[in-house]
């Protein structure tokens, strides 16, 4: 018997020693450094400015954690508060900053700048006039200006189209440009930046309000006060229409959520950011 349990321990030791050292399980800290081997799933939905980047910053991050799911929806930045806030998402987006409304409605709530946006100043491509003073923008769009030939262009009623209330664009067009004054009410109303790039570029005579990201050969981009929309001059602090992007928790993020914003905010995840014309978040 005595000579069976010694085999019974040879045989035991040497199986231990084929295997090598054992691997110990992922801690939480290593999850929520991104840690390759993630699995779950996530939940993020909001503003359909950010929804591009989300998903690209989604997709690049499940490479390394095939067994992670995360699923970005649209809807607006007002979804993204609400749906963060009520906890009936993992994660929220907005492309604006909280207000202090959103902050009283949900004490709770927790935003992590992930990168900035600007705001282009968008028209149909027949349209000539290629460059408006801030002054200029914000009578176009409170309908003091109708007319293409106000502002150097042809004789012709200027479309004014903009996103609909509860958009993070529009949120920060009227805080960066309006000011107190009002979108003009027979302006055309989209509720995405895909549809409203989709009307500009459509309808003849038209001006909109676009994410830069959005920004393609459809439709042209006008320049403010001589300063073109791009990602240099936004950065440079010379083009002045620029926005946060934002994710938001309820409480601070913890698991999945977590180890997501933290890859995300790291130079990894910040240089899928730049990767797609947007700005770093600092």
């Avoid at 909001?46 to 998903?55: D, I, K, M, N, R």
């Avoid at 700048?113 to 003073?133: E, F, H, K, P, T």
């Amino acid at each position: 018997m005595r000579r069976l349990w010694i085999v019974s321990l040879v045989l035991a030791i040497a199986l231990a020693a084929c295997r090598g050292p054992a691997q110990p399980a992922a801690t939480p800290a290593a999850a929520a450094a991104g840690a390759p081997g993630l699995t779950g799933k996530l939940s993020v939905a909001g503003s359909t400015s950010v929804q591009p980047l989300a998903e690209k910053l989604a997709e690049a991050f499940s490479a390394t954690n095939p067994n992670l799911q995360i699923d970005v929806q649209g809807g607006g930045s007002s979804v993204g508060i609400k749906s963060a806030g009520e906890g009936t998402v993992d994660i929220g987006t907005a492309s604006r900053a909280l207000t202090d409304q959103d902050k009283a409605t949900y004490p709770d709530l927790k935003a992590f700048q992930i990168a900035r946006d600007a705001i282009a100043i968008v028209v149909n491509n027949g349209v000539a006039v290629s460059d408006l003073s801030p002054a200029q923008v914000k009578s176009i769009f409170s309908g003091q200006i109708t007319n293409w030939r106000e502002v150097g262009g042809a004789d012709a009623p200027i479309v004014v189209i903009c996103r609909e209330e509860g958009s993070g664009t529009r949120d920060a067009f009227q805080s960066l440009v309006m000011g107190d004054a009002t979108i003009v009410e027979t302006a055309i109303l989209q509720s995405s930046n895909g549809a409203l790039r989709t009307a500009v570029s459509t309808t003849p005579n038209a001006i909109g309000i676009l994410s830069l990201g959005y920004l393609d050969q459809s439709l042209k981009a006008v320049a403010i006060g001589g300063v073109q929309p791009t990602a240099e001059n936004a950065r440079s602090g010379e083009y002045p229409l620029v926005r946060p992007f934002n994710l938001l928790t309820r409480g601070e993020p913890s698991g999945l959520a977590q180890a997501w914003i933290n890859w995300v905010l790291s130079p990894e995840g910040q240089k899928v950011v730049t990767a797609e014309h947007y700005l770093p978040a600092k």
